[in-house]
């Protein structure tokens, strides 16, 4: 009887060691995925749903909003999967300004203007010096996704998610924005003919231009470029892409809490690797663009 105690005994504490030795090697793994020294944050869509919204609390607890700051919001083109920190837009801003801020990147793979508003009120108040937030077309097509679901902070949420996600967060190392190298060159891919279908909410833009205006001293906010030398390949109207972008600036605008800019037209095919996506040149492009609406003495 006392040996079957002792081995019952032994299995336990072993299971016990064993799961703490997974959790520990978890919550690292998970840890420095977050406070990558480019930041980043990284596509946190790989995660559960109700793990999002503590990943990008904990990426933000990480940052050091003592240091001036410049922070980047919104979807997929300001996230720049698969270009090196150097090679992106936010980066190359700072860069030509001679700003010397640090650049923090919040944006979401296909973060919609809801997420981007969450994720602002994550913030602290007047953290950023600048802020810049991209309005997407596409973004407003439709019913209105969300991809970070607006969950409050609990007690010890990134501890809980590390150890629900043990498994994933060991099973590989997670990717970060530049693990794999992004394309150069234009090409076609499959879409919906719904894509620009865009239904204006002019309340959904105050609300975000407003939650990020309280994290940051000067908000500028542009209606996002598109290849719409490409429109032919896909059949989409262009003049009335035109016009719903030329609304978006105006719903932007009237809020009086951003300097509101319609890039929607601004750059060409070879400024992109597909509808949207932009390329090392296209990058530049939109870092020289943006650059000259940075106030003096920013």
Known sequence: MRTSRTTVFVFVLTLIVLNASLYAGAYSAFDNWL????H??????????????????????MQDWSLPSMIVLGDSQPFNSGFPLESTWPFLINQKAGMGLRVVNLAVIDGRPEDTAFIARQLPAGSARLAFVNLNQSHFVGDHLRYVSPIEPAPLEFEKCAFEMRRLLLAEKL?????VRGRETFRKTKL???????DINRDTITTMISAVAEASAVTTAFVTPNNV???????????RFQEKSEEMEAACASSGLARCINLSMALSMNNFYDIVHLNTSGNRALADLLATKIPVGQ
Do not use: M, W
Not at 35 to 38: A, F, K, L, V, Y
Not at 40 to 61: D, G, K, T
Not at 175 to 179: A, I, Q, V
Not at 229 to 235: C, E, I, M, N, V
């Open 175 to 179: 990717p970060l924005p530049d693990t």
């Open 40 to 61: 980043r944050l990284p596509n946190v869509r790989l995660l559960s749903e109700q793990c999002r919204a503590p990943a990008v609390r904990r990426f933000i607890s």
């Open 35 to 38: 406070g990558n020294r480019d």
């Open 229 to 239: 030398d490409a429109f032919d390949l896909y059949g989409y109207d262009v003049d």
């Open 192 to 198: 919906s003919p719904d894509r620009y279908r865009i």
